[in-house]
């Protein structure tokens, strides 16, 4: 079964900096989908970001981009010039591609990130 | 317009009650879902139907029974509610198939208190 590792449970950055998240997964598949989405205080789950295991490119959304390593099963999140707004729950997760089977989403336990004015 | 939409977003109850939440969406999409967010916020999924058919069940208990009457609406009866079955649950959909790397888009949530 394919899971989903984020080993840092709370992270905090001055507002204006740039932060990094990190995620690692298992998996022996070798087409799959990686996701990062925010959860605020709103509780409201939205994508951030997502990546395609095949493309060797890695994403990039505004001030989010993703550093995706296949060989190393990391994919990880920075975020550019941090604002206030940034402060939520950041789950990375997972999804098989096609020949895996289940189109679940399996997620990490979570990061929560602080941004400080 | 919210495209996925739950209701109710906050319920109350006793155990040994029965309650239902209910989730439409208006994108279009045939699949929907339902996921579990424990009190430590680990997310997990419960259940996804495909145009009215149940595709993942995920060794949820049987006082759980989601029903589909048609692929914009998913809802979610629980009965007999025990004290571990507080959480928000999550609806969402996804265009089909989403493991095709479609989105899942998540509904607001709704959070569960049994007491």
């Known amino acids: 079964a394919q899971t989903v590792t984020q080993s840092q449970p709370e992270m905090s950055v001055q507002e204006a900096e740039t932060v990094t998240l990190s995620c690692t997964y298992d998996t022996s598949e070798s087409n799959y989908y990686l996701f990062w989405y925010k959860q605020p205080p709103s509780r409201q789950m939205i994508l951030v970001i997502r990546?395609?295991?095949?493309?060797?490119q890695n994403a990039t959304e505004n001030r989010f981009s993703v550093n995706f390593q296949k060989a190393a099963k990391s994919f990880s999140l920075k975020i550019s010039d941090s604002q206030l707004g940034d402060t939520a729950m950041y789950f990375c997760a997972f999804m098989n591609g096609p020949q895996g089977g289940s189109e679940k989403l399996v997620f990490g336990k979570g990061t929560k990130l602080t941004v400080n004015p | 317009d919210t495209a996925v939409s739950q209701t109710p977003k906050y319920l109350v109850t006793q155990m040994g009650n029965d309650k239902s939440i209910k989730c439409e969406q208006n994108?279009?999409?045939?699949?929907m879902y339902w996921y579990k967010q424990d009190s430590k916020k680990f997310l997990k999924i419960m259940f996804s139907?495909?145009?009215?058919?149940?595709?993942i069940n995920e060794t949820v208990p049987n006082r759980f029974s989601p029903k589909s009457p048609d692929k914009a609406h998913l809802n979610l009866h629980i009965n007999s509610l025990e004290l571990g079955d507080s959480a928000v649950y999550f609806c969402?959909?996804?265009?089909?198939?989403?493991?095709?790397?479609?989105?899942?888009?998540f509904g607001e949530g709704s959070w569960l208190t049994v007491v």
């Open positions: 139907y495909n145009n009215k058919e149940l595709i």
């Open positions: 994108l279009g999409h045939d699949t």
């Open positions: 990546q395609e295991a095949y493309k060797q």
């Open positions: 969402a959909s996804s265009p089909r198939p989403a493991h095709y790397g479609n989105t899942i888009y």
